[in-house]
């Protein structure tokens, strides 16, 4: 019996204690008790979900209005304009220096191990699978392009390669940017996170460079097509592509890019925008090419704009892939091979099966090259034997890196990065101009849109304290959702006010922020949110694809492909808190501080909001250029970043804009690992120059890597 009371009393305390841990998180929520926000976690991929739809509703009255053949020729021709501006320019080409490492006779056919230069120094490791018991001078080409293998074409794509080979088909086979033989760096991890996709973390480093993953992996493929016609063996005008997955989004953009390509069969990629953001969402880097979306551009373009040549796509029925986008497509792209009387040209194929080949889809894939690259013969698949590693193997190491060394994909957006910095450099040579242009771009580029009406917030609930109450709130955003926020008002105020946004968003506890205390007993009313994709608005369930140390690249991928950006979407956002606190009939000076990542957004929210009278930044990113210079940038700062940015201005030019605004740094997080020399020269330099032309040089202070106490005194200078 006394165990049995123990018992109790122990379970009893464990609820209390438990109680009392869970009470202050519980209270400080707003959004639980509010069924209609109830999906507020996937508040930011609904948003931009919701753009992509009406976006692509416009798109889809213009295809509908398609009729004569006429009509699609003209589409056909704005196509290829929008795909040549959001992809190129493409590099000059330069000589391949293509060598053939090896040769091996396997008895019915031999392969030639080649290495060639997309670009000088960007080695493409390869093989050339030629058939030997054809008679022809001349054979038709297959162009394999491999899907997300680490292995490449390695592996099990042998199976389509050596059976179209079987068939008399040469196939010229090469490892795509970081797979198989072209890992970019052997060594995948950083001392702090590993990186598990390094197409889109490379592919936003391109991306702020103005370039693409896309673009880089296209030229390689352009650049297989000039190594495969300078072969004697190779027909020039029978020359297909195809590839599954990863290869299926390579084969499809290769073919519209390169006309030189007669048949393509993309597998198991095309679907269409809006049944991908209505399942899976965005995938990987290369997948998504800059502002497709807001130009006008859908899966269907890629297939369209290279008709009436012959292309068959490849599906299956349960693939991640929607294979109802997938249909959909297919009979978008038919009224264009119809309109050409060609429609024998076009066909698509399914099959019930996952993510991956079926014999059945093989062999329509064989039998569809058989027929429109005029190289008749059973379409059946045979049994083949895979290639081992040592034979499969281009170079001496089995990686470029340590074989050839060489560039990377890094090394060419770093370069890019420098050349754009230099003319950003040149600009800033008449300031004055320089700076008020950049307001221009920051807000195209951004995609930020200024608040139209200002909504009422509401009143949430009260918890009062010795010596402020903290107000719950919660206010209507760009979109169909909410921005949750505490207001924290002293007793005794000094009729200012503190927005406060840090990328944890509000405290979840009570007493769990010294700073705001600090502000609150300075007699600031301190507004402090969660923003859209952070906190209670955070993405809980994030798109499957590319996420990388917990950062969802795919939502970042996915604002930039309907015009826009998490940055400015959030700008916005600021401002609507902004209005919020200018209502406060005894605020009478809005001061901001932003920590870490969401530096970049204060920055931007205070250059378009001259209410924000005085700027704080802790541990910001210094500069967006600072994430391309590193190879190891740090993930988190990916939601802050503007696509495109590079080709127009930097973090420091928005921070320049802010003269003669009060502007305090505190400590520098860089994008990796810069030095404290190079910041304060180059970063730095830039905002001081703008508020010495301001007569504003006391304006501006900064202070790098600071303990607690002096970074408060740091705070007592900046609130004077």
């Not at 390869?126 to 297959?142: D, H, N, W």
């Not at 592509?241 to 073919?255: D, H, L």
């Amino acid at each position: 019996m006394q165990c049995y009371k123990l018992k109790r009393l122990y379970t009893l305390l464990f609820f209390i204690v438990a109680f009392q841990t869970i009470l202050p998180q519980s209270q400080l929520e707003i959004l639980p008790q509010w069924k209609q926000h109830s999906d507020a976690p996937n508040s930011l991929y609904h948003h931009i979900a919701k753009q992509a739809y009406s976006q692509l509703s416009e798109r889809n009255k213009i295809i509908n209005e398609l009729d004569s053949l006429s009509d699609w020729k003209g589409r056909q021709s704005t196509v290829s304009s929008i795909l040549n501006d959001i992809l190129g320019p493409f590099p000059a080409k330069t000589p391949l220096n293509a060598k053939i490492t090896r040769t091996i006779d396997k008895g019915s056919y031999r392969l030639e191990h080649i290495v060639f230069e997309s670009q000088p120094g960007l080695y493409v490791t390869s093989t050339l699978f030629i058939p030997k018991f054809k008679k022809e001078k001349k054979l038709p080409s297959i162009i394999y392009c491999s899907g997300h293998d680490s292995d490449g074409y390695h592996g099990n794509y042998q199976q389509m390669i050596l059976n179209l080979v079987a068939k008399g088909f040469i196939v010229f086979a090469f490892d795509p940017i970081d797979q198989g033989e072209r890992l970019e760096n052997d060594d995948r991890k950083n001392k702090t996170f590993e990186i598990p996709g390094w197409h889109s973390y490379l592919g936003a480093q391109a991306l702020i460079v103005g370039s693409s993953q896309a673009k880089y992996m296209i030229w390689d493929g352009i650049r297989a097509i000039d190594y495969l016609i300078s072969r004697k063996e190779v027909d020039p005008n029978r020359i297909g592509i195809t590839g599954r997955s990863g290869g299926g989004t390579q084969s499809a953009q290769i073919a519209a890019m390169d006309h030189r390509i007669y048949a393509c069969a993309p597998e198991n990629y095309i679907t269409n925008y809006t049944r991908l953001f209505q399942s899976i969402g965005p995938q990987d880097a290369e997948q998504n090419l800059y502002h497709a979306i807001a130009k006008g551009i859908d899966h269907a373009d890629l297939l369209s704009v290279r008709a009436p040549k012959p292309a068959l796509i490849i599906g299956t029925t349960n693939d991640i892939f929607s294979i109802q986008g997938f249909r959909e497509t297919a009979e978008e792209v038919s009224k264009v091979y119809q309109a050409y009387g060609k429609e024998d040209n076009f066909n698509s194929v399914e099959d019930v099966f996952i993510h991956g080949s079926t014999k059945k889809n093989n062999e329509a894939m064989y039998s569809f090259f058989q027929r429109h690259l005029n190289n008749p013969g059973t379409p059946e698949e045979e049994e083949v034997q895979f290639l081992g590693q040592n034979e499969i193997r281009v170079t001496p190491t089995g990686q470029v890196s340590s074989s050839l060394k060489g560039n990377t994909i890094f090394d060419l957006n770093r370069k890019e990065a420098k050349r754009l910095s230099g003319n950003i450099e040149n600009s800033r040579k008449n300031l004055t101009e320089h700076l008020s242009q950049v307001l221009i771009s920051a807000k195209n580029l951004a995609g930020i849109i200024n608040p139209s009406t200002i909504n009422e917030p509401v009143f949430s609930g009260r918890i009062e304290k010795e010596s402020y109450v903290i107000d719950k709130y919660f206010v209507k955003g760009e979109g169909d959702y909410v921005i949750p926020y505490l207001l924290i008002i002293p007793n005794e105020s000094s009729n200012k006010a503190l927005l406060y946004i840090s990328p944890s968003g509000k405290p979840t506890e009570a007493d769990e922020s010294d700073e705001i205390k600090w502000f609150v007993d300075k007699g600031f009313t301190v507004l402090a949110p969660d923003m859209i994709g952070i906190g209670e608005m955070g993405p809980i369930d994030l798109p499957k694809g590319s996420n990388i140390n917990g950062v969802s690249y795919s939502i970042w991928f996915a604002s930039m492909l309907v015009g826009r950006s998490i940055l400015g979407i959030r700008t916005g956002d600021l401002m609507r808190l902004t209005n919020v606190l200018d209502e406060i009939n005894n605020i009478k000076e809005i001061y901001a501080l932003a920590k870490n990542e969401m530096s970049p957004l204060l920055l931007h929210a205070a250059a378009f909001d001259s209410r924000i009278s005085r700027i704080a930044l802790v541990d910001p990113l210094t500069s967006y250029s600072s994430l391309v210079y590193n190879r190891y940038y740090d993930p988190r700062f990916v939601h802050s970043i503007v696509p495109g940015a590079l080709t127009s201005y930097d973090l420091p030019d928005i921070a320049g804009t802010l003269a003669p605004r009060k502007l305090m740094i505190v400590g520098l997080a860089g994008g990796g690992s810069p030095t404290k020399t190079l910041i304060e020269n180059q970063d730095m330099g830039i905002i001081r120059k703008a508020y010495k032309l301001r007569n504003a040089s006391h304006q501006f202070k900064i202070k790098l890597n600071e303990p607690e106490k002096v970074v408060n005194s740091w705070f007592s200078d900046w609130i004077k």
